[in-house]
């Protein structure tokens, strides 16, 4: 079993830059690939970003491609999501995810553990 917190959410200008983070306690850390979703009102959860086990592979949606980059650091049981020029229909809460499979994943049914989620707000 893992726990996960999510930290560094908050309210931001459209443009603007957040790093979101996730702290991991319990099973080993480096045993889960990890992913950010995020859910808006109303709409379904998405996948944003992914990152493998040992961090030596990564995938993100389209639609964050060259603005948002998901990094993880084993020592320190985190992975980060650094997100850069936001926009406004990207204000969600904001959910970090373990998944235990073999390989990477962005499929949200994969991850079997998840943080309570921490609202990002971008502000037009």
């Known amino acids: 079993q893992v726990q996960l917190v999510e930290s560094g959410g908050g309210l931001v200008q459209a443009g603007g830059s957040l790093r979101l983070s996730c702290a991991a306690s319990?099973?080993?850390?480096?045993?889960?690939?990890m992913g950010w979703f995020r859910q808006a009102p109303g709409k379904e959860r998405e996948f944003v970003a992914g990152?493998?086990?040992?961090?030596?592979?990564?995938e993100h949606a389209e639609s964050v491609k060259g603005r948002f980059t998901i990094s993880r650091d084993n020592g320190k049981n985190e992975v980060y999501l650094q997100m850069n020029s936001l926009k406004p229909d990207e204000t969600a809460i904001y959910y970090c995810?373990?998944?235990?499979?073999?390989?990477?994943?962005?499929?949200?049914?994969?991850?079997?553990?998840w943080g309570q989620g921490i609202q990002v707000t971008v502000s037009s």
């Open positions: 995810a373990a998944a235990s499979g073999v390989v990477l994943t962005t499929t949200s049914i994969m991850y079997r553990h």
């Open positions: 319990g099973r080993s850390f480096s045993t889960y690939h």
């Open positions: 990152i493998s086990k040992s961090g030596g592979s990564t």
